[in-house]
């Protein structure tokens, strides 16, 4: 079982940036590959990175490549999301997920735990 808290969340003006965590309980937290997805109003929940279980190998959705990194700290049971360039268009919940598999899958279904989400509003 792992349980998932994000934070780091907030309102800022485009341009701006921000660092999203996701503290995880348990002391397995090396096993689980780990995602962040997002969902804006009206919108399906997108994938926005994931990351190995070691961290060697990272994905991202292209909207976000080269304004958003992904990294973990295994150490501290904890994976981040560095947002830089924020734009109105990345307004969103965003959540943490976990999954058993080797690598961060892009489809949601395929993670086992997830956190209650933390809100990120740009304005324009």
């Known amino acids: 079982q792992v349980q998932l808290v994000e934070s780091g969340g907030g309102l800022l003006q485009t341009g701006g940036s921000l660092r999203l965590s996701c503290a995880a309980s348990?002391?397995?937290?090396?096993?689980?590959?780990m995602g962040w997805f997002r969902q804006a109003p009206g919108k399906e929940r997108e994938f926005v990175a994931g990351?190995?279980?070691?961290?060697?190998?990272?994905d991202y959705v292209d909207s976000v490549k080269d304004r958003f990194t992904i990294s973990r700290d295994n150490s501290k049971n904890t994976v981040y999301l560095q947002m830089n360039s924020l734009k109105p268009e990345d307004t969103a919940v965003y959540y943490c997920a976990a999954t058993s598999g080797i690598y961060p899958p892009r489809f949601s279904r395929n993670y086992d735990y997830w956190g209650q989400g933390t809100q990120v509003t740009v304005s324009s």
């Open positions: 990351i190995t279980r070691s961290g060697a190998v990272k």
């Open positions: 348990g002391r397995t937290f090396s096993s689980y590959s």
